[in-house]
């Protein structure tokens, strides 16, 4: 069906070439992550396989089993072959038994060659390819619910926080915010954990400004979310994190126990968590690939560019790591549908025309990505702990969001950077959402910006801004050999955050794929994307 002509006066040809350089500038990053591999993508497939628990110091048992087949053959060939191959050969009964045992050092693994190899690949493929079956089964056991309780009755859909660092204590707050209206359940990850290069085992109660992601959180919340979904009649969506060190095992988990968004952000840990940009961009491939299978949303992380960065200065940066962030998305497998791009209302108040301004950035995301459920994000930078004047930026957030036909509207607090809400805070807050959802919801029918008035200029302008970017990205070759996006980070193009692709945590767990590297994941997320 043809696209209906632009409100804002943007030419389709721009469009066309925003998403060509796009493309050209993110091509030679996914060609860079299909020739290395990690320990957390090599560990999320030990996962897949039915690995799980830890020892009595906590240490995964992935985490023991992957150390030890590093340590005799390197990571370059994958750990499914020795693994397998160390099964077959009858070092363990299963995969449990094996990693205690090379735990203690009591195995030693090697690359099989010939029919060993033949065999390892064969068995390595059957028991990756039942986990990936469950992520299946979980996606149909999303659909099947949604069509008998029901979904959401609108959109955008409301998504509300908890935090609590309790999983016990969360899972109330979770569903009284549910019963109030939201839509969405944010389960916020502690603070640091994207720094663990191991997940935390079992369900935790001392977290620290939130709650640890674990599989058993996970199973637990989902399943309060099931009774809250049947009680209410409409089926409540749980978000949680994969972002950080962990970003592979922690999609695998969110998969297998039926989680339904993930921030999921190219560039976040990069930027904001100093994570090698190379792990970054090979883990969040693997993780998309899975989310893309399991059926899951991403959440981008864009909105956080503009905590560090003037949000009218730098609204072309947005612009362009969406387009980004659409292609790495596209290319590992992901639908329109599952395209939570972010954006935030972050614009200085005292900004003359600032709601002006903020209006033409979410119209133009809006109009670049009609067919994405983008994540529109609240007031936090310019929140000054007046909460009568944050009511009202609250207000007006969610008045854009009315406009523009977000898909998830995240719940702005009046008391953000003030205290850790309460319930009452974010009765209200809801509220604020549902008074602005029907008295404004359709506005969007009958606002049509003037073809040469502030609006629609301001929104032509960032966009040819994003396209000047990219073109000049594209163009570097300061550092030869080095996508030239890597350039551009580790020069601080985004967020104002310099990162160079040979810094960073998490740069020891990057290893460059040997001829023969085998990973049963992969081979079937790759075989099989929808």
């Known amino acids: ?251 695998a988990l969110a998969g297998l126990e039926r989680l339904d968004m993930m921030l999921n952000d190219s560039m976040y840990g990069i930027l904001f968590r100093d994570i090698n940009p190379i792990r970054t961009f090979v883990d969040q491939r693997f993780s998309r690939q899975v989310h893309a299978r399991a059926g899951i949303i991403i959440n981008t992380g864009e909105d956080n560019y503009l905590t560090t960065a003037d949000a009218v200065e730098a609204a072309h940066t947005v612009t362009t790591s969406q387009l980004l962030n659409e292609y790495f998305a596209k290319e590992a497998g992901l639908e329109d549908w599952q395209l939570g791009l972010g954006h935030a209302f972050e614009i200085d108040p005292e900004v003359p025309d600032s709601f002006r301004l903020e209006l033409a950035h979410a119209m133009l995301a809006r109009e670049l990505f009609p067919d994405a459920p983008l994540k529109w994000m609240p007031p936090t930078r310019h929140m000054t702990g007046d909460i009568f004047k944050g009511y009202l930026l609250d207000g007006f957030f969610n008045l854009v969001g009315a406009m523009t036909g977000q898909g998830i509207l995240l719940v702005g607090m009046m008391t953000e950077a003030v205290v850790t809400p309460w319930i009452s805070d974010r009765d209200l807050a809801l509220q604020n959402v549902r008074y602005v959802m029907n008295a404004a919801g359709n506005l969007r029918e009958d606002f049509h910006p003037a073809p040469e008035g502030f609006i629609a200029s301001r929104a032509r302008e960032v966009l040819g801004e994003a396209i000047g970017l990219l073109e000049e990205i594209k163009a570097d070759r300061s550092t030869p050999g ?40 992969t081979e079937i997320l790759e075989g099989d994307q929808r």
């Open 482 to 521: 080095e996508p030239p996006l890597l350039s551009a980070i580790a020069d601080g193009t985004f967020g104002l955050m310099k990162r160079p692709a040979d810094k960073g945590k998490g740069l020891d767990g990057v290893a460059r794929k040997a001829e023969g590297y085998y990973n049963p994941a």
């Open 1 to 251: 069906m043809a696209r209906p002509t632009s409100q804002l006066g943007i030419d389709r040809a721009d469009v066309r070439r925003a998403r060509t350089l796009a493309r050209q500038v993110g091509k030679p990053i996914v060609d860079l992550a299909t020739q290395h591999t990690t320990v957390s993508v090599e560990r999320a497939t030990l996962r897949l396989a039915g690995l799980s628990g830890a020892d009595p110091d906590g240490t995964p048992w992935v985490n023991r089993l992957a150390d030890a087949v590093r340590a005799d053959v390197g990571l370059e060939h994958g750990v499914s072959l020795p693994v397998w191959d160390a099964l077959l050969r009858g070092e363990g009964d299963d995969l449990t038994t094996l990693a205690q045992k090379a735990a203690a050092g009591s195995v030693t693994f090697r690359v099989p060659e010939g029919k060993d190899a033949t065999r390892a690949t064969a068995a390595s493929r059957k028991a990756v390819g039942a986990g990936i079956k469950q992520v299946d089964r979980q996606r149909v056991a999303r659909e099947r619910m949604i069509a008998k309780v029901g979904d959401a009755p609108s959109k955008p859909w409301i998504y509300l926080i908890v935090a609590t660092g309790d999983i016990m204590e969360d899972i109330p707050q979770a569903q009284a915010a549910a019963r109030e209206g939201a839509d969405v359940i944010a389960v916020i990850r502690s603070t640091g954990q994207s720094l663990l290069d191991f997940v935390p085992e079992g369900a935790t109660r001392e977290g620290f400004a939130g709650t640890y992601a674990t599989q058993e959180n996970f199973r637990l919340m989902r399943a309060a979310l099931d009774e809250t979904s049947r009680e209410l009649g409409r089926y409540v969506r749980l978000t949680n994190y994969a972002s950080g060190l962990c970003m592979p095992e922690i999609a």
